[in-house]
Nanobody, 124 residues
């Protein structure tokens, strides 16, 4: 069993930065982990993912070059550094985890564990 708790969301102006954290309990250090986001009225979408050892990272085209995913297994924490934020980045951000490698890391249905989400609002 893995429990996930996100933090670090808030209100920021366009062009600003935020760092989200996802604190994990249980066997998270061996899990593939990712960040998804859901804007009002839209489907939850993939943002970024990282292998259990942090060697490989994956990004949606919409965030590539602006967001950086990382993890510190000694602290059981995953991060999402978000720079050059845009109003269209406004969403609830969720962290997710899956033991082993999901067959499609961009699909929300492939992740077993989810956090409650943290709101990110980017103003003009």
């Amino acid at each position: 069993q893995v429990e996930l708790v996100e933090s670090g969301g808030g209100l920021v102006q366009a062009g600003g930065s935020l760092r989200l954290s996802c604190a994990a309990s249980g066997r998270a250090s061996s899990s593939f982990m990712g960040w998804f986001r859901q804007a009002p009225g839209k489907e939850r979408e993939f943002a970024a993912a990282i292998t259990w050892n942090g060697v490989l990272t994956y990004y949606a085209d919409s965030v590539k070059g602006r967001f950086t995913i990382s993890r510190d297994n000694a602290k059981n924490t995953m991060y999402l550094q978000m720079n050059s934020l845009k109003p269209e980045d406004t969403a609830v951000y969720y962290c997710a985890a899956h033991p082993g490698l999901p067959s499609d890391y961009t699909s929300k249905s492939r992740y077993r564990y989810w956090g409650q989400g943290t709101q990110v609002t980017v103003s003009f």
